[in-house]
């Protein structure tokens, strides 16, 4: 079973990840703005509900970690936001994975970046940003993109 919950710049939707104390970055770790995450990097942590902290640590996948980026998708911001980012993020796991959300590992979650320029003509404005984590909340170790 996977859990789908988010964040939002804007509003916070649910946090799903234990909060975690500060620890020492591991070794050819570095911090960098949740909101510039890409595909395939690793975190050791994500930002609190309250997002207070707009920055992560970036991990390589081997070293042990909470969360894989798996798919940055545009998105528009709505009432449905919630809805549209949890079929975005089912949507684009089994392409990175290899293997359905469904009686995987891993749960789902993801963060919305939605704190962008709005007075344009761009329908999707904002981003979302899916993770994926293990589903009994242990550190990952390792890749989960085939």
Same mark, same amino acid.
């Given at each position: 079973?996977? /859990?789908?919950?988010?964040?939002?710049?804007?509003?916070?939707? $649910? /946090?799903?990840?234990?909060?975690?104390?500060?620890?020492?970055?591991?070794?050819?770790?570095?911090?960098?703005?949740? +909101?510039?995450?890409? $595909?395939?990097?690793?975190?050791?942590?994500?930002?609190?509900?309250?997002?207070?902290?707009?920055?992560?640590?970036?991990?390589?996948?081997?070293?042990?970690?909470?969360?894989? $980026?798996?798919?940055?998708?545009?998105?528009? $911001?709505?009432?449905?936001? /919630?809805?549209?980012?949890?079929?975005?993020?089912?949507?684009?796991?089994?392409?990175?994975?290899?293997?359905?959300?469904?009686?995987?590992?891993?749960? +789902?979650?993801?963060? +919305?970046?939605?704190?962008?320029?709005?007075?344009? /003509?761009?329908?999707?404005?904002?981003?979302?940003?899916?993770?994926?984590?293990?589903?009994?909340?242990?550190?990952?170790?390792?890749?989960?993109?085939?």
């Amino acid at each position: 079973m996977h /859990a789908l919950c988010g964040l939002t710049a804007g509003t916070v939707l $649910v /946090a799903c990840a234990p909060s975690a104390l500060a620890a020492p970055s591991p070794p050819g770790s570095h911090t960098e703005k949740w +909101i510039d995450l890409e $595909v395939g990097e690793c975190v050791t942590d994500l930002p609190p509900p309250d997002l207070s902290r707009v920055t992560v640590t970036v991990v390589d996948c081997g070293t042990a970690h909470s969360a894989e $980026v798996y798919l940055r998708a545009p998105m528009a $911001v709505d009432s449905a936001v /919630a809805t549209v980012a949890n079929r975005d993020c089912s949507a684009g796991f089994a392409p990175y994975t290899g293997r359905s959300a469904d009686g995987s590992p891993y749960t +789902i979650t993801y963060l +919305i970046d939605s704190n962008q320029d709005r007075t344009g /003509a761009d329908p999707t404005p904002s981003t979302v940003i899916c993770l994926l984590q293990a589903a009994d909340g242990r550190p990952l170790t390792g890749s989960a993109h085939r």
